[in-house]
Each structure stands twice: as C-alpha cells, then as structure tokens.
C-alpha cells in the first residue's frame, strides 16, 4: 500500500527567508506525487505534480520541488518566502494502480515578519 | 465563479440529527469525490463517484450515503450524527474516467463544510 510521510508538523521560517518541506513516500515503484497548499478556510489547491521526466518540478507561486527516488523522497522548496505564504502544505501521492491519492499528514508553514 | 462549490460552509447540529452536505462542479469533470479532513488534518477519502456510479466506497458507516443526481452533483446526507463525525468534509472533482487517467488527475476541493456535532 501507497503511505506519505510528512516528518515536519510545524515550520516556522522568518520573510525571505528559503524553505524546504519534506515528504518522502513508500511505494516500489515511481509513482505520481503531488503537493497541494490549503489556505485557512480553503480548499486544498494544487502546486505543483511529478508524472516522469525532469525531476525538477516547477509549480505556482515560486515553488519547485525535486523527485529523489534514491531517497523516496518529494520535498518542497521556495528561495524566499512571502508571509501569504503561510498555510497548511500536503504531499499526496498516487500509485499501484490506485487513483486515489493517499495525503501526508500536512505540514504547517507559520512566517514570521 | 467557484469550480467545486460547497454548501454549507458551517454546520452545528445535535447528535442523532440527519443531516446533508451538497456539492456541485462547474468544470465538466467526470468524478467527485468526498474527503473527510479529522481534528489532526488526515484527510481521508470516503466515496468517488464517475458519470453518477459509485466506484470507491471507503470503509465508512452506512449511515453516510453519497447521492449523485448527476455528474455536477455530489451530496453526502449523514442519518443519526454522531461526536466522532465532527470534521471538516471537502467536496472534489477530477476529469478522466479511467485507472491511468485518473491517477494523473488534478483533484480540484470545494472550500470544505465544517461539521460540528453537539
């Protein structure tokens, strides 16, 4: 079965500063992973995806994140963060024939002025 | 105007009430789906529906029932609520109506119902 694991529960980075969440995954194959943001009182809206390819992936808002399959791993990273930034991030992914996508924990990003 | 639309926002009732969430798309998607988001932020798929038949039923009470009258529509009626059925349910969409497509679909979330059972 597909797991997510999502290590950080709290982040807490000053403005401007760079930022890097971490996932990392548990499935045998190469799967599709996502990251999804989900503002206070929001639904869940889509950053960025990883199909094949460049495992560098850009995504809106400033964010890329890089698919490492040696580290079954996802993370999510920003050079310089803006304090709209903040919210709850969660990495999902989709694998094994499933296409329904199994959600990390989340992880919440507080910015300090 | 809102692609996956949600209603209502808020919901505060008694246990042992009967109770429905609606849902509806406007991006001409062929699958919705119900996600139960818990006090810890696990979120947690309940049902998919595609072109109105249901395809994925989680391991959820049967006192959840799922109605889709048609493929914009996705409603969650809940009979008998109870303590434990307090969360936050997301309502989502997805185009593609088959294993591969599908896994590479971008799920798009209502903006989520806030359930409180007092």
């Known amino acids: 079965a597909q797991s997510v694991t999502q290590p950080d529960i709290h982040i807490t980075v000053s403005e401007g500063a760079s930022l890097e969440l971490r996932c990392n995954y548990s499935?045998?194959?190469?799967?599709?992973l996502f990251w999804y943001v989900q503002s206070p009182g929001q639904g869940l809206q889509l950053l960025l995806k990883?199909?094949?390819?460049?495992?560098l992936v850009q995504g809106i808002k400033g964010f890329e994140a890089e698919f490492k399959r040696s580290q079954s791993s996802f993370n999510l990273r920003k050079p310089s963060v803006h304090w709209s930034d903040a919210a709850e991030y969660f990495c999902?992914?989709?694998?094994?024939?499933?296409?329904?996508?199994?959600f990390g924990r989340g992880t919440s990003l507080i910015v300090h002025p | 105007d809102t692609a996956v639309s949600q209603t209502p926002k808020y919901l505060v009732t008694q246990m042992g009430n009967d109770k429905s969430i609606k849902c509806e798309q406007n991006?001409?998607?062929?699958?919705m789906y119900w996600y139960k988001q818990d006090s810890k932020k696990f979120l947690k798929i309940m049902f998919s529906y595609n072109n109105k038949e249901l395809i994925i039923n989680e391991t959820v009470p049967n006192r959840f029932s799922p109605k889709s009258p048609d493929k914009a529509h996705l409603n969650l009626h809940i009979n008998s609520l109870e303590l434990g059925d307090s969360a936050v349910y997301f309502c989502a969409s997805s185009q593609g109506t088959s294993g591969v497509s599908l896994a590479k679909n971008i799920q798009y979330f209502g903006a989520g119902t806030r359930l409180s059972v007092l």
């Open positions: 499935y045998g194959a190469t799967p599709y």
């Open positions: 991006l001409g998607h062929d699958t």
């Open positions: 990883y199909f094949s390819g460049d495992t």
């Open positions: 999902a992914v989709v694998s094994g024939g499933s296409y329904i996508p199994t």
